[in-house]
């Protein structure tokens, strides 16, 4: 890909306002108001999501005693499961055919962060995993005693006393999305991240980042509290992607309640804050609901709205955040880079790993290129196969220690005593599978897990989930679909600050169009996004037509040309082709941004004739080039007799014909005869 350090000259200051609905009666009553830790919520059962409170299940659990002994002391260590299973073997990327942008992963951490935390138990309790003898990476000496360490889960005090008892493990957060990730789960962390005055959040960098640790509260962090920044989550300094996201909505917060404040001048910082809190949590629950849930789980997986439900509690289920909604790993890309708003390099490009805990990487402009990376490149495809950087962290050199996510995903199911796959599924109500090729149609991999677990009644639930064969229409499986569906579902229902029932109708039409595209639009210096920053599935599609007469149309007469090769090609030359049906149709994907060219197999004796078809594009957002059509002619001198995929003397490489994706809308290109 072409690249060049250029940035755009659009500064934070020029963030835009408009009119918000002002702020209802109601709001200033305490009980219309949401708890930072979920009490109340539920005026019957006023725990219910509350943080503290035990997570639910889908089914029964299953520890080795039954009552809290980890599961599965029968199957292979977490690590061999992981060298099994989810060994990805090669460097390259494996880009998802679903169409989802690297936004599917970073959001869905996100929100993650927003729904469930269970901590680790005090005093640890180890729950090492056991490393296979000559691991490459943890065991390169084959001593035989190398571990992965881990320790396992806090448990909800007077839990795992006996079988009628078994033990369980609690939500350090608020059940529903309701933006604590961003404002907290406590009302002392809620306060120290305001300034208290006019409703605003603190920042640092001139309101462009989060404020710093300063007061020393609890913190996942890598060294001196201080240098890392403080937010609603313990966990926002993970990684950059993350960290970019919760950035981006303590600046929309901020810039609601200038808003707000301009059209109310006698509103207190409490009503300003407030007011902005409500609407941010909105675009949140908005934004999920309808961009990020169907991009992966197929549209109208979770049911339409109809209104709160008292009687359903939305506590998070140890089956989605111990498991299904752990997919996200798999997705997980092991470079990260920095874009500006033409999808041009603006900081050196790095390893996932070098992301972890970075907070440094939001300045100097790191923000602003994250989210316009996230929306700018595919998710990788959602399959067993895990990259590197997760699977494979170390601590030093091979053998000095380190992490395995997928081995760590594995094992913390066991830890929290998760059924297996098939009573899982049972428990959900679908049928139970009665062989290995039934959960997936790969028969290579239906044999390894054969020998992996020997019985399809004991297999990992994570396991099992990922190695499913997707539902129709979506990026998983068909039953960590119903884990999902039915969490989002109970969320949704069981939250009586639902923002469809919270939020007036004017205040319900003032959030509707503010997408995440359009949010990260309105602050940051990027503009050039696709209207749904979830989707990222550039394509090339056209005709190839025998253009009897030669003048660059396809006209009545004329027919297509089947089992012609389109090239595209980029600096290191030709990358992918499509091959035209027997309409002569064809399309090219694998996409991403950057500068290519395009060309069509021209045989011996043949020529082209369409003089306007484009021969370059330039891809810097997600954009369908459609109606891209080759108009080729018999001139002799060579065979009639079939085409092949050698004589290329069609290509073109970057020159002549290029256009550029912003002038393409909707996949038409306007201003050119491909209409």
Same mark, same amino acid.
């Given at each position: 890909?072409?690249?060049?350090?250029?940035?755009?000259?659009?500064?934070?200051?020029?963030?835009?306002?408009?009119?918000?609905?002002?702020?209802?009666?109601?709001?200033?009553?305490?009980?219309?108001?949401?708890?930072?830790?979920?009490?109340?919520?539920?005026?019957?059962?006023?725990? $219910?999501?509350?943080?503290?409170t035990a997570l639910q299940r889908v089914a029964p659990p299953a520890y080795g005693d039954m009552i809290s002994t980890p599961a599965g002391a029968d199957r292979p260590s977490a690590r061999d499961i992981s060298n099994i299973i989810f060994q990805q073997h090669h460097s390259e990327d494996i880009f998802n055919q679903e169409?989802?942008?690297?936004?599917?992963?970073?959001?869905?951490?996100?929100?993650?962060?927003?729904?469930?935390?269970?901590?680790?138990?005090?005093?640890?309790?180890?729950?090492?995993?056991?490393?296979?003898?000559?691991?490459?990476?943890?065991?390169?000496?084959?001593?035989?005693?190398?571990?992965?360490?881990?320790?396992?889960?806090?448990?909800?005090?007077?839990? =795992?006393?006996?079988?009628?008892?078994?033990?369980?493990?609690?939500?350090?957060?608020?059940?529903?999305?309701?933006?604590?990730?961003?404002?907290?789960?406590?009302?002392?962390?809620?306060?120290? &991240?305001?300034?208290?005055?006019?409703?605003?959040? !603190?920042?640092?960098?001139?309101?462009?980042?989060?404020?710093?640790? @300063?007061?020393?509260?609890?913190?996942?962090? #890598?060294?001196?509290?201080?240098?890392?920044?403080?937010?609603?989550?313990?966990?926002?300094?993970?990684?950059?992607?993350?960290?970019? &996201?919760?950035v981006l909505f303590v600046r929309e917060h901020n810039r609601l309640a200038g808003v707000i404040k301009q059209q109310n001048r006698r509103w207190s910082d409490e009503q300003i804050y407030q007011q902005a809190r409500r609407l941010v949590i909105g675009e949140i629950q908005q934004i999920t609901y309808n961009e990020f %849930?169907?991009?992966?789980?197929? !549209?109208? #997986?979770?049911?339409?709205?109809?209104?709160? !439900?008292?009687?359903?509690?939305?506590?998070?289920?140890?089956?989605?955040?111990? #498991?299904?909604?752990?997919?996200?790993?798999?997705? %997980?890309?092991?470079?990260?880079?920095?874009?500006?708003?033409?999808?041009?390099?603006?900081?050196?490009?790095?390893?996932?790993?070098?992301?972890?805990?970075?907070?440094?990487?939001?300045?100097?402009? =790191?923000?602003?290129?994250?989210?316009?990376?996230?929306?700018? /490149?595919?998710?990788?495809?959602?399959?067993?196969?895990?990259?590197?950087?997760?699977?494979?962290?170390?601590?030093?050199?091979?053998?000095?220690?380190?992490?395995? &996510?997928? #081995? %760590?995903?594995?094992?913390?199911?066991?830890?929290?005593?998760?059924?297996? +796959?098939?009573?899982?599924?049972?428990?959900?109500?679908?049928?139970?599978?009665?062989?290995?090729?039934?959960?997936?149609?790969?028969?290579?991999?239906?044999?390894?897990?054969?020998?992996? +677990?020997?019985?399809?009644?004991?297999?990992?639930?994570?396991?099992?989930?990922?190695?499913?064969?997707?539902?129709?229409?979506?990026?998983?499986?068909?039953?960590?679909?119903?884990?999902?569906?039915?969490?989002?579902?109970? @969320?949704?229902?069981?939250?009586?600050?639902?923002?469809?029932?919270?939020?007036?109708?004017?205040?319900?039409?003032?959030?509707?169009?503010?997408?995440?595209?359009?949010?990260?639009?309105?602050?940051?210096?990027?503009?050039?996004?696709?209207?749904?920053?979830?989707?990222?599935?550039?394509?090339?599609?056209? !005709?190839?037509?025998?253009?009897?007469?030669?003048?660059?149309?396809?006209?009545?007469?004329?027919?297509?040309?089947?089992?012609?090769?389109?090239?595209?090609?980029?600096?290191?030359?030709?990358?992918? $082709?499509?091959?035209?049906?027997?309409?002569?149709? +064809?399309?090219?994907?694998?996409?991403?941004?950057?500068?290519?060219?395009?060309?069509?197999?021209?045989?011996?004796? $043949?020529?082209?004739?369409?003089?306007?078809?484009?021969?370059?594009?330039?891809?810097?957002?997600?954009?369908?080039?459609?109606?891209?059509? $080759?108009?080729?002619?018999? /001139?002799?001198?060579?065979? @009639?007799?079939?085409?092949?995929?050698?004589?290329?003397?069609?290509?073109?490489?970057?020159?002549?014909?290029?256009?550029?994706?912003?002038?393409?809308?909707?996949?038409?290109?306007?201003?050119?005869?491909?209409?």
């Amino acid at each position: 890909m072409k690249t060049n350090t250029k940035r755009s000259r659009r500064s934070v200051s020029s963030f835009t306002f408009e009119p918000v609905q002002p702020l209802e009666a109601r709001l200033l009553m305490a009980s219309a108001i949401r708890s930072y830790d979920g009490s109340g919520n539920n005026l019957l059962h006023p725990t $219910w999501g509350q943080t503290g409170t035990a997570l639910q299940r889908v089914a029964p659990p299953a520890y080795g005693d039954m009552i809290s002994t980890p599961a599965g002391a029968d199957r292979p260590s977490a690590r061999d499961i992981s060298n099994i299973i989810f060994q990805q073997h090669h460097s390259e990327d494996i880009f998802n055919q679903e169409g989802m942008s690297a936004f599917v992963y970073a959001w869905g951490q996100f929100i993650d962060h927003d729904l469930d935390l269970t901590n680790n138990a005090s005093p640890p309790t180890a729950f090492n995993i056991p490393v296979p003898q000559g691991d490459p990476s943890f065991d390169p000496n084959w001593t035989g005693t190398q571990v992965i360490s881990l320790n396992r889960s806090q448990w909800v005090t007077g839990t =795992g006393t006996s079988t009628s008892n078994p033990r369980q493990q609690p939500n350090s957060v608020t059940a529903f999305i309701d933006g604590s990730m961003i404002y907290g789960s406590d009302p002392v962390r809620a306060a120290a &991240l305001r300034t208290f005055h006019d409703g605003l959040m !603190k920042t640092t960098a001139n309101g462009t980042e989060l404020p710093y640790n @300063t007061l020393g509260l609890e913190n996942q962090d #890598a060294g001196p509290p201080d240098q890392f920044f403080l937010a609603g989550d313990v966990r926002a300094n993970e990684n950059a992607e993350l960290t970019s &996201l919760q950035v981006l909505f303590v600046r929309e917060h901020n810039r609601l309640a200038g808003v707000i404040k301009q059209q109310n001048r006698r509103w207190s910082d409490e009503q300003i804050y407030q007011q902005a809190r409500r609407l941010v949590i909105g675009e949140i629950q908005q934004i999920t609901y309808n961009e990020f %849930l169907p991009s992966f789980l197929k !549209k109208n #997986a979770v049911p339409a709205y109809t209104g709160y !439900k008292p009687n359903v509690n939305a506590q998070i289920a140890s089956e989605f955040s111990t #498991a299904a909604f752990r997919f996200g790993h798999s997705i %997980l890309g092991d470079d990260v880079q920095f874009f500006d708003d033409d999808a041009q390099i603006t900081l050196p490009d790095l390893k996932l790993t070098d992301t972890f805990f970075a907070p440094q990487l939001q300045l100097n402009g =790191g923000t602003d290129g994250l989210l316009k990376y996230l929306a700018a /490149v595919s998710a990788q495809e959602s399959d067993p196969l895990m990259v590197n950087s997760i699977r494979n962290f170390l601590f030093g050199p091979p053998g000095a220690g380190g992490f395995d &996510l997928s #081995a %760590l995903d594995v094992q913390r199911g066991r830890d929290h005593g998760l059924a297996d +796959y098939n009573t899982v599924r049972a428990s959900l109500g679908l049928p139970r599978i009665t062989s290995f090729d039934q959960i997936t149609s790969n028969h290579s991999l239906a044999l390894t897990l054969q020998a992996t +677990y020997g019985s399809v009644d004991n297999v990992d639930l994570f396991v099992g989930g990922m190695v499913e064969n997707h539902a129709p229409g979506a990026a998983v499986g068909e039953t960590f679909q119903a884990i999902i569906a039915n969490q989002f579902t109970r @969320t949704r229902d069981g939250d009586r600050f639902w923002y469809q029932r919270d939020l007036s109708p004017a205040e319900q039409r003032f959030i509707q169009p503010l997408t995440l595209s359009q949010i990260i639009k309105k602050n940051s210096t990027i503009t050039n996004l696709q209207p749904d920053a979830f989707h990222f599935d550039v394509y090339v599609s056209g !005709k190839v037509f025998n253009d009897i007469n030669g003048n660059g149309r396809m006209d009545r007469n004329e027919q297509p040309v089947a089992n012609t090769f389109v090239y595209i090609s980029d600096e290191g030359g030709i990358f992918d $082709w499509s091959q035209t049906d027997s309409q002569g149709n +064809y399309k090219l994907n694998r996409i991403q941004v950057g500068d290519y060219g395009l060309s069509v197999d021209l045989p011996d004796g $043949w020529v082209q004739t369409t003089t306007n078809t484009l021969s370059s594009i330039h891809v810097n957002k997600d954009v369908h080039f459609a109606n891209v059509n $080759w108009g080729v002619r018999f /001139v002799g001198g060579g065979t @009639t007799g079939g085409t092949s995929a050698s004589g290329i003397s069609g290509l073109t490489g970057f020159t002549g014909g290029g256009i550029d994706a912003g002038n393409v809308v909707d996949g038409k290109i306007f201003g050119d005869s491909l209409i």
